[in-house]
Structure formats: C-alpha cells, structure tokens
C-alpha cells in the first residue's frame, strides 16, 4: 500500500475514534507531541531497529510519551510494529485537514507574482469563503513566474487566474490555428 494511502487511512480511524470520543482537540495535541518526539532521529532508529525488542521499543515510547493517552500511544505502538514509523507527519497533517474540514475551514494557498497586502488578502479570504461555503485560512506565497493575476490552490481544487496561464492558453489557440 502507497504510503499516503496508509497515512490517510490511520488518520481517518484517529479522527473517527477522536470525533466519537469528543476529544478531537486532544487527539490533536497527541499527534503532534507524537511527531515533535519521533522527530529525534536517535530515538527513531531505536524504534525502527529489527535488533532492538518490540517489548523495549514499547516500554521506550512510554518513557518518551509521558502525557499522551493510551491508545495514542497504542497507535504508535501499532505504527512501530508495522513498520510506518515514519507516517506520523504525514498522518498528523491528514487529521488536521480532517479537523478543520470537520470544523468547516479550509486552508486556501494563493501564489502571486508580488506580495499581497492585508486587505487584499482580507478580500481574497472572504471572496473564496463564498465560493467554498466555509471559512478560509489563507497562506501566501510569492513567484514571480505567475507574472500577474493568481493561482489558488484549495484542498485538490486549483483557480488559475494567472496572466502566466492566460498566455500560455493563447499561445496554443495561436499554434493551433496554423
């Protein structure tokens, strides 16, 4: 199984046990105290080590993961047995876009060929708020390759209103006509 796949699928079991226990904020900060601890690549060749004991791997995440619940920690454990350690950024970001998309905010990412100021980014927000129907948590990014215009990329969705873009579509209308 693709590893995205396998991350996307912990997530949602995470989310579904979170949602269901009402504990979607505590899950949240489990994962990520998870991810920032793993993130010590001594600790983490220890876990993923075939000659270090499954019952010593188990006894060092619990030493490690003092505050975090049990079956948090049970999720390591299971991640550690089969091998996919090294899904837990991957499974942390697919909570939190199944949090937030639970919670009805989407995270919008818009590329412009210059920096945008706040209230061009206050109008972006609102006006793709409207069109998504939720509320919009917008990061920006520069790339002078745009030219002029935008491109918004919101969950798989992608508008590209870029000069860049528009041009190229005439270019090929132009090719083609010959």
Known sequence: ???GVA??????????????????EKWLDNLKTIATTLSEPQLMAILESPKVH???KMDLIS??????????LNLVYLLVTRRRLRLIDQ????YQRLADAYQGLE????????PLDEEDKKRLSKRLAELTGTRIMLTTKVDPDVIGGFV???GDRLIDGSTKSKLDSL???LVEVR
């Open 1 to 3: 199984m693709p590893r």
């Open 7 to 24: 991350a996307k699928r912990h997530a949602q079991a995470v989310f579904q046990l979170a949602l269901e226990r009402g504990e979607l």
């Open 54 to 56: 499954p019952d010593e």
């Open 63 to 72: 030493r490690c993961l003092p505050g975090v619940s049990q079956l948090a």
């Open 91 to 94: 499974i942390v970001s697919e």
């Open 107 to 114: 995270h919008a990412e818009i590329t412009t060929a210059i």
């Open 152 to 154: 918004v990329r919101i």
């Open 171 to 173: 270019r090929k209308s």
